[in-house]
Nanobody
Framework: VQLQAYGGGLVQSGGSLRLSCVAS????????VGWFRQAAGKEREGVSC????????GYAHSVKGRFTAVRDNAKNAVYLQMNSLKAEDTAVYYC??????????????????WGKGTQVTVSS
């Protein structure tokens, strides 16, 4: 199983980016997929989660209304559309999945499969 996260970059405050999480060796349709981020000197935090099969989404309070997670079952991918970016969104972003359900488990980071991070930098 491999997850590949990409799409990060440098963007001005107020701008947008779309992160992609593409999987091989596992069908993401059936499993929860979470997006997480870790800023320099800070702890990792959950950003969003989209549940397997039902596609129910959840977001951290800090990104609610600005970020949207969507599935692309044809491409075995999950995207994180990030709008109205702020300097405090600067971080390395990771996607993760697991065969166990984990959406709604705040503070849980024990997923079996993680993508390599992609850097998002928002200039103010």
């Amino acid at each position: 199983v491999q997850l590949q996260a990409y799409g990060g970059g440098l963007v001005q405050s107020g701008g947008s980016l779309r992160l992609s999480c593409v999987a091989s060796g596992i069908n993401l349709d059936y499993y929860d997929v979470g997006w997480f981020r870790q800023a320099a000197g800070k702890e990792r935090e959950g950003v969003s989660c989209i549940s397997g099969t039902e596609g129910i989404t959840g977001y951290a309070h800090s990104v609610k209304g600005r970020f949207t997670a969507v599935r692309d079952n044809a491409k075995n991918a999950v995207y994180l559309q990030m709008n109205s970016l702020k300097a405090e969104d600067t971080a390395v972003y990771y996607c993760a999945t697991d065969q166990r359900k984990f959406c709604g488990s705040s503070g849980y980071y024990g997923m079996d499969y993680w993508g390599k991070g992609t850097q998002v930098t928002v200039s103010s």
